[in-house]
């Protein structure tokens, strides 16, 4: 397995514009975890899906972003309108269980202009 | 709401040095697990512990959850330079896994 993969690695965009970031879980993991990192905050959690399903959106900052999981392969974190505030590095994981060892992909790093 | 804090933020040490770094929650933990995040890079698993008052080792890293998991603690013996990055722990909580802040080391040669 090539593991977490997250695309686009970087993202530049103009304030006001629409982000959508992409991620592939490890195949067979149930669990998948999106991760915001910022040198001021850490690394929060903003949402994550079991089976598909969200189940904790509780971190998600404000109605500005979404995930969505179509499938057991494939999940988005769309930020629609970005803002400079939303620079940051965003991470997708999965894993096996809720608590157990996380797979991270490589991130993405967001800047908003 | 839950939260796990890890002091220090920052270490800076000499080659050769030891150095710790702990993790505190605010509630009892069902398992603690220590991550590393080179720089640029995405955290990697190190370890998962369990029990309370388990040790486990590996190679020159020692790892420690507390009696009553609340707390762990990581132990670097004689530091290299590969040991630089950002180390954190995450704690099991109800549904959901609980990233510490992360302790920054920096190791001089």
């Known amino acids: 397995d090539a593991g977490v993969i997250q695309s686009p690695r970087h993202e530049v965009t103009e304030m006001g514009q629409e982000v959508t970031l992409r991620c592939k879980p490890i195949?067979?993991?149930?669990?998948l975890f999106w991760y915001r990192q910022t040198m001021m905050r850490g690394l929060e959690l903003l949402i994550y899906?079991?089976?598909?399903?969200?189940?904790?959106d509780s971190g998600m900052p404000e109605d500005r972003f979404s995930a969505k999981m179509p499938n057991a392969s494939f999940s988005t974190l769309k930020i629609q309108p970005s803002e400079p505030r939303d620079s940051a590095v965003y991470f997708c994981?999965?894993?096996?269980?809720?608590?157990?060892?996380?797979?991270f992909g490589q991130g993405t790093r967001l800047t908003v202009v | 709401g839950q939260q796990v804090m890890q002091i220090p933020q920052y270490q800076h040490v000499q080659e050769g040095e030891d150095f710790t770094t702990y993790c505190n929650s605010s509630t009892t933990l069902s398992n603690i697990q220590w991550y590393k995040q080179r720089p640029g890079g995405h955290p990697v698993f190190l370890i998962q512990?369990?029990?309370?008052?388990e040790v486990k080792k590996q190679k020159r890293l020692t790892f420690q959850f507390g009696e009553a998991k609340k707390n762990s603690s990581l132990h670097i013996t004689a530091t290299q330079t590969t040991d630089v990055g950002t180390y954190f722990c995450a704690g099991g909580a109800t549904n959901k896994l609980i990233f510490g802040t992360g302790t920054l080391l920096a190791v001089q040669p």
């Open positions: 512990l369990v029990k309370s008052g």
């Open positions: 994981a999965s894993s096996l269980g809720v608590s157990t060892e996380a797979f």
């Open positions: 899906f079991n089976n598909n399903v969200p189940i904790d």
């Open positions: 195949s067979g993991h149930d669990y």
